[in-house]
Each structure stands twice: as structure tokens, then as C-alpha cells.
């Protein structure tokens, strides 16, 4: 009987069928976009789509490149556990995706640029530049070698599925259609997945309204237990999830992702016209708001059912992460390939994610590290350059995936990754285009201080956990259970004490390590900016004579100016981009070979 407890079927049949489905059609769209654009093999073409996407794929793209396999497992077992709290980050990706929109995207967009991380050789220094990528580099190979390990993880418990036969398998598609297709093969992938990923969710809400009598039903189950109880304004940053944290914290933690990552800078820079651009972003913020809602409202759903029986006090799985996939071989084994389904929805998010990743990395290592040093390569080895570091990079984030096992719940692991790395790069990229008084020494001792303060708090955090009086936990039981394994006394893991003894504990444990993982950006980006205002005043501040004025946010960036400026569009963007490259040398930027490649750049606009 479902959500009474004990083993629940595995894959049939069908189930292998409709998952199989799904992989060969993401590796088909690959062949397809290769097969298509087999005579256009230029870098651009490969890295950037040619820049003649629109925002309609680019923004589904951009939702399901960072809306991957962690959350379609992850976040529904979030709201299981403690509520629908998670669901309040709608507001961060409206705030996120205005301020990415309307500041970050003009801007880069008009320098034409194809790593993120040139920017800060154009207002910083090259040194500069280099760190930037590295910590990006770094960052991302940990993101995915998670996003890969830990759904596999889970099905595999679950499912029966061979952990490492599908985390090879999943690394081998990615890497044949980012290899073949480039960026155009991802985003359109992207956007088949996406697709999948939403019918997985409304097959799990579907089937559960069914089994409990309705929407209405698990509305009113949710709310009895607890789970409606969102808008805490308690203001005490300790605390994991509050009002407070989420909206604040969590708008700069996703501004951190979307604003200067080059997984979602390549996106929307590969757009055929700023309008696009722009469009792509609030587009995108919508499919945010979509997947979020499907998936709280898919723990929910999960909750009504489990309301009197925890499979994890139970002993039926074994991590929270499982439960999204105990939840679907115990409600939809009965109608096969439904569970291959939310199998290949779970998956695409991995496929999507990491695609991205891997075509992201090949787009900064051959823009930041080996195009300013070989300067005379050729089409074609550009063309099998780019190819070879697809596969590259696609065996490191399989190999980073053992890593990934160390790092306890997978969703606010992931997260945390972001808030470690890109917070203190956000407000490196904050101090450049807002304050011109900032040098190269401020930005870099800035920088410098903010990641080994977030380091230090985020680690710190992973050794020792936060007590359940800052996390939260909403309580469940096991009294409605038919079927026990044998375990029905074990502690969940969010009941447990601490795993370390009380009198090993450090003082900063129950303080500075228990800072919420959220504020981990906004106390990057911001010690990062105030250092580096200190620093760079007692340095001389910047001592160019004449800055182009293409490196600073300006006023007619906005919307609600550019809609009452008289010139077109494309006048304006012109004019930008020769007032950039006529400026040139005045940045420090010498090589005739590299201005030319950057005009040709600036003339796809």
C-alpha cells in the first residue's frame, strides 16, 4: 500500500526504454546542430552560436543549465523536510534577474566579449583576469562533478541503476553533442530537457493528487504539518532559512550565478540583439518561478503521502536525497515508463548542467589562457582545440564526481560552492564598473579577502554543521507505518546530534560556522568591495589618466531610459563598440592581433 512503508518496485521494461529515450535524443539534437552547421566551424560559431540566438530558447536554457538534477531531487525533499520556506527564492530571481538585466548584461554585451573574465583584464589587470578564471575553473568542476554523482547516487539506490555505468554514460553524451553541436547543440538540448523536467514534476503532483483526493487535500496536509509556515521574519542571520536570508541573501547569491558565471554569461551574449538579451533574462525568471513552484509543491505532495510514515526514519532510504525517487517507484510503478520518465527528468538536469558546464570551460580556457599566448593558430586547430577540451573537461567532471561524495546534502552543498567563489568575485566585478576610483591592487587585495573569509565560513560550516535550532526541521513520524525494515528506531540525520562531541565543538561553531549558506555571496561581495575601497584609497586609487567609458554602468543601460533614447538601438551599440576599440590603447591593450579579433567581434552585433 503506497506511503506505508517498505520496498517499492524497480525499473521495468518500459521504464529503460523511456529513460534510453531520452539520452539517444539529446546526443541526436547534437548530431543534428553539427550535421547543420557542419560549414560554419568557426570559434564564434562553436562558442557562441554565432551570436544570432533569441531569447525564447536561450531563456530556457539559461533556467535549466543551474535548474538541474540536484533540484529536481533535491528541492522537493527541501520542502518535505522543512517546509515551503525554499519557495520564497521567487523573489530572488525576480531581483536577480533585474539587476543582471538591466546592469551586467549592456555591458558585456557591448564589449563584445566572449569570456566573462576578459572584463576584468580591460578594467583590472591581466593577473587579474587569470585568478578570476581559475576560481571559476575550480568552482565549476566541483559544481558538476556534484550535479553528476549525487542523482546518480540516489536513482542508483533506488532504481537499481548502475551508478558508475550512468555517471560514464551521462559524461559521454555531454561530451558528444558539446563536442559536435557546441553552444547551439546545448541550448537546444537544453530546451528538450527543460520540457522533461516539468513533466516529471507534474507526473509526481498528478499521480499524488489522485492517491490523496486532490490538490486541495495536500494543501491542507501541508499546512497541518507545518509546511505552509514560509515568511519568517525572525533577523537573526544564523538562522538557515528565514524571509530575510532568502530574499536577501539568496538575490545576491543567484546575481553571483547568473551575472558574471560564464555558463549563463555565454547564453545571453550569444543573443542576436541586446533586446534579446535583456528578453532572455525576465523570460528565464519566469521558468524559475515555474520550476521552483512544480518542485515545492512536488515535496508537498511527498509530504501528504508521508505524512504518517517517514521513509527515512523508517529505514526504507538511507539520505533525503532519496526520497523524490523512493517517491516515484512507490506512487508510479504501476503505469510503466512513467518512472523512466522522472528518471530522464532527473537526468536531463544533469545533462543540462553539465553540457553547460563543459562548454563554458572551453570557452574560458581558450579565450583567458591559450589564445593571448597562441596567437597564431589556425581555423582548424582552433576547431579541434575547442573539440579537444570538450572531452577533457567532460572526464574531469566525471572524475570530480568522487569528490562530490563528501559533501553531505547535495543542494545547499551545491549552493554554498557558489557562495564560497562567486560572492568574492561579484564584488571584484561590483568595484570595476562602479567605482572608478578602484585600482588593480584594491581589486586584488579585495578579492583576496573576501574568498578567505567566505572559505573560512563555508568550510567551517561543512566540519561542523549547524544544531537544529538553526535549521529548523519540521517534525515527522513513523506511526503510520505497515512495514518496517528493522530500523524504524534510527534518528534522521536532522534529529541526530552533532557529529562531533560537545567538548571538541569550537566556540565559532554555534556562530561564524553557522552563518546562514546563504549570506555566504552577500558576505563575499561585500567584504570584497569594502576592502578593496580601503585598499585601493591608500594606493592612489586609479591612476589611468583617461578610462573608457564602456567599462562603467551607464544610465542609458536601463530600461526605463533606453526606451526614451532617440537613437536606434543598433547606432547606439555601434557607436559603443568603436568608442571601445578606438580606445584601445588607452586600456593597455596593445596587440594589433588581438583589436582585430575583438572588431570582428563587435561587427556580429
Not at 549592456?106 to 563584445?112: K, T
Not at 507505518?481 to 566556540?507: E, F, K, M
Request: with cysteine.
Amino acid at each position: 500500500m503506497v506511503g506505508t512503508g517498505g520496498p517499492v518496485a524497480t525499473f521495468s521494461v518500459w521504464d529503460y526504454v523511456v529513460f534510453a529515450g531520452t539520452i539517444i535524443a539529446a546526443a541526436g539534437i547534437g548530431l543534428f546542430q553539427a550535421i547543420r552547421g557542419r560549414k560554419e566551424t568557426s570559434s564564434a560559431e562553436f562558442l557562441l552560436g554565432g551570436r544570432q540566438m533569441t531569447a525564447v530558447p536561450v531563456a530556457m536554457s539559461l533556467t535549466a543549465s543551474f535548474m538541474s538534477g540536484i533540484t529536481v531531487i533535491g528541492t522537493p525533499a527541501e520542502a518535505y523536510r522543512f517546509g515551503a520556506a525554499f519557495w520564497l527564492f521567487g523573489f530572488s530571481y525576480a531581483i536577480m534577474s533585474t539587476i543582471t538585466a538591466e546592469i551586467f548584461v549592456p555591458l558585456f554585451y557591448r564589449l563584445a566579449i566572449t569570456s566573462a573574465y576578459e572584463y576584468l583584464e580591460l578594467r583590472f589587470s591581466r593577473p587579474i583576469r587569470i585568478i578570476g578564471t581559475t576560481m571559476y575553473i575550480v568552482q565549476t568542476a566541483l559544481y558538476t562533478g556534484l550535479v553528476i554523482y549525487a542523482p546518480a547516487l540516489a536513482l542508483n539506490q533506488i532504481t537499481g541503476l548502475d551508478l558508475w555505468g550512468v555517471l560514464v554514460a551521462t559524461g559521454a553524451v555531454c561530451i558528444l553533442y558539446c563536442t559536435l553541436g557546441g553552444l547551439k547543440a546545448v541550448i537546444w538540448t537544453d530546451v528538450m530537457q527543460m520540457v522533461i523536467m516539468l513533466a516529471g514534476f507534474v507526473a509526481v503532483i498528478a499521480r499524488g493528487a489522485v492517491l490523496q483526493g486532490g490538490l486541495t487535500n495536500i494543501w491542507e496536509d501541508a499546512r497541518q504539518g507545518g509546511r505552509l509556515e514560509a515568511f519568517d521574519f525572525d533577523p537573526d542571520p544564523l538562522k538557515r532559512h528565514t524571509f530575510w536570508t532568502i530574499v536577501i541573501g539568496g538575490s545576491i547569491m543567484w546575481t553571483s550565478i547568473y551575472s558574471i558565471n560564464q555558463s549563463q554569461v555565454q547564453r545571453y551574449i550569444s543573443c542576436k540583439t541586446l533586446g534579446h538579451a535583456k528578453m532572455s533574462l525576465y523570460v528565464n525568471m519566469v521558468g524559475l518561478w515555474v520550476t521552483v513552484s512544480l518542485a515545492v509543491f512536488s515535496g508537498l505532495t511527498m509530504y501528504s503521502i508521508y505524512k504518517n510514515c517517514d521513509p527515512l526514519t523508517n529505514g526504507d532510504v538511507t539520505t533525503s536525497d532519496q526520497l523524490l525517487p523512493y517517491l516515484v517507484m512507490d506512487i508510479l510503478a504501476v503505469f510503466p515508463g512513467i518512472p523512466g520518465l522522472f528518471v530522464a527528468a532527473a537526468y536531463s538536469g544533469t545533462l543540462s548542467t553539465v553540457s553547460s558546464s563543459i562548454n563554458a570551460l572551453v570557452a574560458v580556457t581558450v579565450e583567458d589562457f591559450i589564445l593571448p599566448v597562441c596567437k597564431n593558430l589556425t581555423q582548424k586547430q582552433t576547431t579541434w582545440m575547442n573539440m579537444g577540451l570538450s572531452v577533457f573537461f567532460g572526464a574531469l567532471c566525471i572524475g570530480m564526481a568522487g569528490v562530490a561524495s563528501l559533501m553531505g546534502s547535495i543542494l545547499q552543498a551545491a549552493l554554498s560552492i557558489f557562495g564560497m567563489i562567486s560572492g568574492p568575485l561579484l564584488g571584484l566585478y561590483l568595484l570595476g564598473m562602479l567605482f572608478r576610483t578602484t585600482n588593480s591592487v584594491g581589486g586584488l587585495v579585495g578579492m583576496i579577502i573576501g574568498l578567505v573569509l567566505t572559505l573560512w565560513v563555508g568550510i567551517g560550516g561543512q566540519i561542523y554543521p549547524p544544531t537544529t535550532d538553526k535549521t529548523l526541521p519540521l517534525p515527522l513520524t513513523t506511526v503510520g507505518c505497515n512495514y518496517t525494515t528493522g530500523q524504524s528506531t534510527t534518528i534522521p540525520p536532522w534529529l541526530s546530534p552533532a557529529p562531533t562531541q560537545p567538548d571538541v565543538r569550537p566556540a565559532l561553531a554555534d556562530s561564524w560556522y553557522s552563518l546562514s549558506y546563504v549570506y555566504l555571496s552577500l558576505l563575499g561581495m561585500l567584504t570584497t568591495m569594502a576592502s578593496g575601497l580601503v585598499v585601493s584609497m591608500i594606493t592612489g586609487g586609479c591612476k589611468q589618466e583617461k578610462m573608457n567609458p564602456d567599462l562603467f554602468v551607464k544610465k542609458s543601460d536601463l530600461i526605463c531610459f533606453s526606451w526614451f533614447s532617440k537613437p536606434e538601438e543598433s547606432e547606439v551599440q555601434e557607436k559603443n563598440a568603436t568608442d571601445f576599440y578606438m580606445g584601445a590603447d588607452n586600456l593597455g591593450v596593445k596587440d594589433s592581433e588581438l583589436m582585430n579579433s575583438d572588431v570582428e567581434k563587435s561587427t556580429r552585433l
